[in-house]
C-alpha cells in the first residue's frame, strides 16, 4: 500500500511513531511548545528520531519522501502539486487548535510574499502565531499581530535578511532553527514589556542574527560548542568577533542597539558572564532577553543529537538559576507568558504526560511547581514530587 502511494506521488503521510533511518521529512516537526525541532527535507538517522519522539507526540502526522531520493533534490519536487500544498498546510494546521489562526496561517503561506524564505520560516512556526494568546489584554494581542506584520515587511523590503538567513542555512540547519526559534521567544517577551516599536523590530533583528558569528568559524568548532555549551571558551568568544567584523559590512545592524544586545547575549546577571563580565542593568536589554531564550532553547532544543529537556524541565532549570545567569525581572514575564503555570492551563511533562494545573503549594517562591491534574484523574504535587 505504502509503495502504490509512494509511485502515485512521490510521498507518503506516516506517524512520528513510524519513522524510520533514511526517512527524508518532507514537513517541518514543532515540539509541544510550538517551536520548532527539525526543518523540512532532513534525512533521518536513529538518534534524531529518538529527539522527534521525545518532542513530538507519537501519533502527529508526516509527509515523508519516497525511497531513495537525494534530499539536495526533494526541496523543489512538489513545490507544483496541489495535493501536497494542501496536506504540508494541513498538517502546518495540526500545531494550531485555533480556527482563525489555521486561516491567519493560510493566508500567509499563500501571500506571494511568503516566497520569501525567512517569512516562510516565521509563518510556518505554530509559536509565532501561538504567543498572541498568552497576553490577557486586546490591546496586546492587537500589537502583537502588528508588531509581526511590520517584522515581516522589514524583512521583505531588506536584502540582507535573505542573504545573512541563507547563510546560516547553508552553514548548519541547527544554527538556522536556533535562531528562528529564539526571536519568536525574544519578540514575545519584548512585546509583554511594551518597548517602542523600532525598538521590537531591532530585537527581532539581534535576535535572528544573535549566531551569525558562528558562520565565520569551522563547522567542527560549532559542534562543539552546541554539545558543550561552555560559553566563555575562545571558539564562543571568536563568534562576537566575528559578528562584529559582520557588522562592519551591514549598515542594518550597525545600528548600536543591536550591536550591544548581541554582544551581551553571554553576560550573566551576577556578572560572570563574557566578554566584560557586565552585571545586572549594566547589561543592555536586548542582552538580558536574548540570553533567557538562548538558554530555554539550548535546553529544549535536543541540538546536534543531544536528547534535551522538556520545556518544563527547562523551565524549572531557569528558574532556579534566576539570581545567578538572568534578571529575574524578564524572567517572571518570560514564565507568565508562556501561560506553562497558569490555573487551568495544559502542562506537558513529557511529551505524551498531559495535565492540568489546579493549584499551587508556594507560588512566590516556586511558580513553576503547580499542582496538576493529569489525564488518568491523579493529582501531582510538582513541588513535592518530581515528575
Known amino acids: ?45 536513529e538518534a534524531l528520531i529518538n529527539i522527534i519522539k521525545k518532542h513530538v507526540m507519537a501519533a502527529t502526522s508526516v ?21 501536497f500544498t494542501q496536506e504540508y498546510h494541513s498538517l502546518i494546521h495540526e500545531y494550531i487548535n485555533n480556527s482563525e489562526k489555521q486561516q491567519e496561517i493560510s493566508d500567509h503561506l499563500n501571500d506571494p510574499s511568503a516566497d520569501n524564505p ?21 490591546s496586546l494581542k ?7 506584520q511590520k517584522f515581516m515587511e ?23 532553527i536556533y535562531s528562528l526559534n529564539i526571536t519568536c521567544l525574544c519578540l514575545m517577551i519584548g512585546i509583554t514589556l511594551e518597548t517602542s516599536d523600532d525598538d ?40 562576537l ?13 550597525r545600528k548600536k542597539k543591536i550591536v550591544v544586545g548581541i554582544l551581551d547575549h553571554l553576560e550573566y546577571y551576577n556578572g560572570k558572564g563574557s566578554p566584560y563580565g557586565k552585571k545586572g542593568e ?13 538558554t530555554y532553547d539550548n535546553l529544549v532544543g535536543s541540538y546536534n543529537h543531544v536528547p534535551g529537556l522538556t520545556p518544563y524541565e527547562a523551565f524549572s532549570t531557569i528558574y532556579e538559576n534566576a539570581e545567578k545567569k538572568f534578571d529575574p525581572n524578564i524572567l517572571n514575564i518570560f514564565m507568565h507568558r508562556t501561560n506553562f503555570f497558569k490555573l487551568g492551563s495544559t502542562i506537558r511533562l513529557g511529551c505524551e504526560i498531559i495535565g492540568e494545573i489546579i493549584g499551587f503549594d508556594n507560588y512566590l517562591i516556586s511558580p513553576h511547581r503547580p499542582i496538576i491534574r493529569l489525564e488518568n484523574g491523579t493529582l501531582r504535587n510538582l513541588l513535592t514530587s518530581l515528575p
Open 154 to 176: 522589514l524583512i521583505k523590503d531588506n536584502d540582507f535578511f535573505l542573504i545573512y538567513f541563507n547563510k546560516m542555512k547553508a552553514y548548519d540547519d541547527v544554527l538556522l
Open 118 to 138: 525567512v517569512i516562510r520560516a516565521l509563518i510556518s512556526c505554530p509559536y509565532w502565531h501561538n504567543f498572541d494568546n498568552n497576553y490577557e489584554s486586546e
Open 241 to 253: 568577533e566575528l559578528f562584529s567584523q559582520i557588522t562592519a559590512s551591514s549598515h542594518f545592524l
Open 200 to 239: 521590537l523590530l531591532d530585537l527581532a533583528t539581534a535576535a535572528l542574527f544573535t549566531n551569525i558569528g558562528y558562520t565565520e568559524l569551522p563547522r567542527s568548532d560549532y559542534k562543539i560548542i552546541m554539545r558543550s555549551l561552555q560559553y566563555s571558551s575562545p571558539a564562543m568568544k571568536k563568534h
Open 1 to 45: 500500500m505504502e509503495s502504490d502511494s509512494f509511485s502515485e506521488k512521490g510521498y507518503v503521510k506516516k506517524l512520528v511513531n513510524d519513522l524510520v533511518p533514511g526517512d527524508i521529512i518532507l514537513n517541518p516537526l514543532y515540539r509541544t511548545d510550538g517551536l520548532l525541532l527539525v526543518d523540512k527535507n532532513k534525512k533521518l538517522n
Open 142 to 148: 492587537q500589537r502583537a499581530f502588528h508588531i509581526k
Open 282 to 294: 549594566d547589561i543592555s536589554l536586548f542582552g538580558r532577553i536574548i540570553t533567557i531564550a538562548l
Open 63 to 83: 509527509l515523508v519522501a519516497a525511497p531513495n531520493q537525494n534530499p539536495s533534490d526533494v526541496s523543489s519536487l512538489h513545490e507544483d502539486s496541489p495535493a
